[in-house]
């Protein structure tokens, strides 16, 4: 039996009564309807994925196969972005999505999202954090600037819903926008709502790359000015020019640890990730939403500015781009676009080569369907999307 704690394991039987575990020990006296030999197998509860991403997933199919057929019986889910709240600017961005599979978001608050769940049924246990991209975005949009007092007093209301509703405290994925548009100030205020009700602050940190120990630092003034504890999303060192540095970052939580500060990280055991195309452009392309950015890709005045931001390290912003290797590290997973579907499982070298065109340009390439490349770019959910690996090694 191993029991998730960190214990020994040791052996034991264990009887199930419904839903629950009933007992663990020598049961060898006790029967049950049905009994199942697991002698020289471990057995265990349900593993717990700490951060997914099935909220809507489990709403176009309830069945959840796999992640129950790896295990998981439990899904904590909310990076950045979250299920709620939605209102009409957090809904507008998705409604492509939305179209395509035929799902109506018909709730604004997380209780909503749940009685939306529950009445549909599922398989797994959720929890979730409240996004402070979806926060923002909720009040502010996809702008970049600070918000109002006022907007801040209500953005504060609705991290206060939600942790009503049962959110497990306040999330962030700071590389995204328009999450990456949120000063720390602001962050803190919103944790300090989370706080009020025994949640946490957990981050995917405003960088990973060049600049992760200013953002490693950042995550613990969060902390310990809003008093919550802080978890460290998929923790990693991002890009070839910081190999062999995890050492320096693993220190710093220990040295914060030793301090007094509760924060925590969750490993990252491999070498790809996976985001969406437009996440590797530079922050500033994408301020006020997905269609000023269509809009500046094809002026080639503000496409030129954009090859050279990806030529190189930033302090404030993650270069993905630079941090795979440049386009020969860049994978495509899939695309919608039926012109763009031959370059599924391809590099994004390898897109060059067949456009004749730099890396840079089939980065920010024109599409001549702009309802199919807007779904390429930004092809599943807000503060996480779906398909631009992100080496992450150490």
Not at 32 to 42: H, L, M, Q, V, Y
Not at 98 to 112: A, F, P, R, S
Not at 205 to 233: H, K, Q, T, W, Y
Request: proline letters at 6%; aromatic letters at 6%.
């Amino acid at each position: 039996m191993v029991d998730g704690t960190g214990n020994p394991w040791f052996a034991a039987d264990v009887a199930i009564g419904g839903d629950r575990i009933a007992a663990i020990g020598d049961l060898r006296e006790a029967h049950a309807k049905r009994e199942i030999d697991a002698k020289g197998r471990i057995v265990a509860p349900g593993f717990i994925d700490m951060l997914g991403q099935s909220e809507v997933s489990l709403l176009l199919d309830n069945r959840s196969l796999s992640k129950l057929s790896q295990g998981i019986t439990t899904e904590i889910t909310g990076e950045g972005g979250s299920i709620a709240p939605q209102n009409e600017k957090t809904i507008a961005p998705q409604k492509p999505f939305l179209e395509q599979y035929k799902l109506t978001i018909d709730w604004t608050t997380l209780d909503g999202y749940f009685r939306r769940l529950e009445k549909q049924g599922t398989p797994l246990n959720i929890g979730t954090y409240v996004g402070s991209a979806q926060i923002r975005e909720a009040v502010i949009g996809d702008d970049d600037r600070a918000p109002t007092p006022a907007e801040l007093e209500q953005m504060k209301s609705l991290v206060e819903q939600a942790m009503k509703d049962g959110a497990l405290g306040l999330s962030s994925a700071l590389i995204y926008p328009p999450n990456i548009y949120a000063k720390t100030d602001e962050l803190i205020a919103l944790a300090q709502v989370a706080s009020k009700y025994g949640g946490l602050y957990a981050t995917h940190m405003r960088s990973e790359g060049a600049s992760e120990m200013p953002a490693l630092a950042e995550a613990m003034r969060i902390g310990r000015e809003a008093n919550l504890p802080v978890e460290i999303f998929h923790l990693k060192v991002s890009g070839k020019p910081r190999w062999g540095s995890m050492k320096n970052v693993v220190a710093a939580i220990q040295q914060a640890r030793d301090s007094g500060l509760d924060i925590a990280a969750d490993m990252y055991p491999y070498i790809a990730g996976a985001t969406a195309l437009a996440s590797s452009l530079p922050p500033w392309v994408a301020d006020g939403g997905v269609q000023k950015l269509l809009e500046r890709l094809k002026d080639s005045a503000i496409r030129a500015r954009i090859k050279k931001d990806l030529a190189g390290d930033h302090p404030d912003w993650e270069n993905l781009f630079y941090d795979c290797g440049g386009a020969a590290g860049i994978l495509v997973a899939s695309a919608e676009n039926p012109d763009l579907k031959q370059f599924a499982g391809k590099t994004l070298d390898d897109v060059a080569k067949a456009w004749k065109k730099s890396p840079e340009h089939a980065h920010g390439f024109r599409p001549r369907r702009q309802s199919a490349i807007r779904r390429d770019l930004f092809h599943g959910q807000r503060g996480r999307p779906a398909h631009w690996p992100q080496p992450a090694l150490d």
